[in-house]
């Protein structure tokens, strides 16, 4: 069975700060991966995915996150946070070739102070 | 862009009442989704479908769910008798195409409130 983890449950930082966001995730096959950001009452959307090739991916306003496969891990970053990526995140997974439903990690809250 | 819509935005019942929640998936996808968010935990998968069938569920999909597409733009999920520990945030999502390298679109879900 597939399971993600997510350690940084509530990360509050100062404008201009970076971002490190850690993801881990446990599965025996090729997975597909995901961040989701959800913000203040909206619906999640997506930030970023990984399917295969180049292991750094860029995805929307300025986030990127790099997979390392001998680490099981998908780690979300940015380089200079805005108040406005206050939200929770959410890293996901899921398998490339039979089940296909997403398994979510529990989530981080991310708080940024003006 | 196209998107994932979803009504009603909330919805209160009371214990033992069946509801029915709604979403119009974007139009060319075949592949749909329900999950759920209890308020403070994590997003878990509850069923998916395609080709008008279940094509897996979780173990919380048990005989009080349901779900259908009764015409071509609808996939609705159906609580029989809805229990408190029901209340929760309902996602519909959808994806396109074959293959696994698709993602998942959400919609913006269904507030259920049990009482």
């Known amino acids: 069975a597939q399971s993600v983890s997510q350690h940084n449950h509530h990360v509050i930082l100062s404008e201009a700060a970076s971002l490190e966001l850690g993801c881990n995730y446990s599965?025996?096959?090729?997975?597909?991966l995901f961040w989701y950001v959800q913000y203040p009452g909206q619906h999640l959307q997506l930030l970023l995915k990984?399917?295969?090739?180049?292991?750094l991916v860029k995805g929307i306003k300025g986030f990127e996150a790099e997979f390392i496969k001998s680490k099981f891990s998908f780690n979300l970053r940015k380089p200079s946070v805005q108040w406005s990526d206050t939200a929770e995140y959410f890293c996901?997974?899921?398998?490339?070739?039979?089940?296909?439903?997403?398994?979510f990690g529990s989530g981080t809250r991310l708080q940024v102070q003006p | 862009e196209p998107e994932v819509t979803q009504t009603p935005s909330h919805q209160v019942t009371q214990m033992g009442q069946e509801v029915i929640l709604r979403c119009v998936p974007i139009?060319?996808?075949?592949?749909f989704y329900w999950y759920r968010q209890i308020l403070g935990q994590k997003v878990e998968f509850l069923v998916s479908?395609?080709?008008?069938?279940?094509?897996?569920k979780s173990e919380i999909f048990d005989d009080q769910f349901s779900v259908e597409r009764p015409d071509g733009s609808n996939f609705t999920l159906k609580i029989r008798s809805t229990k408190l520990e029901d209340s929760a945030m309902y996602f519909c999502?959808?994806?396109?195409?074959?293959?696994?390298?698709?993602?998942?679109?959400f919609g913006p879900g269904t507030r259920l409130t049990v009482t």
């Open positions: 999502a959808s994806r396109g195409t074959s293959g696994g390298r698709n993602e998942q679109y």
């Open positions: 599965y025996g096959g090729t997975v597909n």
């Open positions: 990984y399917f295969s090739g180049d292991p």
């Open positions: 996901a997974v899921n398998a490339q070739t039979g089940r296909r439903a997403l398994t």
């Open positions: 139009s060319n996808h075949l592949y």
């Open positions: 479908f395609y080709n008008n069938e279940i094509s897996e």
